[in-house]
């Protein structure tokens, strides 16, 4: 399968603790994003990379919340002392983005509980 | 700040009839507009899309939408629904040049559609 792969695909944890996911682009793909998606609206953006260099934060990605991809492959994402309100399904898309085009393709989703 | 609206959160059909998903954007530049759509218990997987060129796009499984840019909308289409076109239909834009500052995708909140046998 060459598409985009996260892993795990559920986690559980307490409140407090820290929790990492991974992300795998397609392989040729220069740019990887994360999403967050909730029950019942649209996924939104939290940060995109270029390469190993990430360009974009968006205002939901709190100080908890810390993002890389070391070699511009795959990519992690960290949230510290998770809070009942990260619980959600956080989603990994890539794309190979020109002048012209950006089109993304998405992951399966790591769905996140915080208890 | 870009925006979508989605303007059905449930649409509910019979199978055979036709369907128009209304998706409306607000965004100061070129765009790239996209339907997505999630079947239940599967990740999101692109329908269609819309980079430049004939504003009617036609994607799988016999889907299309059409980008009319002087009403900022980007509606999505199918002349017959069956019943597993039963998913969760959203809307998106991302700027269409390269460079800093609006290059992920916002999304609507999505229209959750279900066709009646």
């Avoid at chain 2, 059905?8 to 128009?20: F, P, T, W």
Wanted: glycine share 10%; with cysteine.
């Amino acid at each position: 399968d060459t598409g985009v792969s996260q892993n795990p695909r559920h986690k559980i944890t307490k409140r407090g603790q820290n929790v990492t996911f991974r992300c795998d682009p397609i392989s040729e793909h220069n740019r990887l994003y994360w999403y967050r998606q909730t029950l019942g609206q649209g996924p939104e953006f939290l940060t995109y990379f270029q390469n190993e260099a990430q360009l974009e934060k968006s205002r939901l990605l709190s100080d908890r919340f810390s993002a890389e991809r070391p070699k511009g492959s795959f990519s992690t994402l960290e949230i510290q002392r998770t809070e009942q309100g990260d619980s959600a399904m956080y989603l990994c898309a890539s794309s190979f983005r020109t002048d012209f085009y950006n089109e993304q393709f998405f992951g399966p989703g790591t769905r996140l509980t915080v208890l | 700040a870009q925006s979508v609206s989605q303007h059905n959160h449930h649409v509910i059909l019979s199978e055979a009839a036709s369907l128009e998903l209304g998706c409306n954007y607000s965004y100061g530049g070129t765009v790239n507009l996209f339907w997505y759509v999630q079947y239940p218990g599967q990740h999101l997987q692109l329908l269609l899309k819309y980079f430049s060129g004939d504003p009617l796009v036609k994607g799988i499984k016999g889907f299309e939408a059409e980008f009319i840019k002087s009403k900022f909308s980007f509606n999505l289409r199918k002349p017959s629904v069956q019943w597993s076109d039963t998913a969760e239909y959203f809307c998106a834009v991302t700027g269409s040049y390269s460079g800093g500052g609006a290059d992920g995708l916002t999304f609507g909140k999505g229209t959750h559609l279900i066709i009646q046998p």
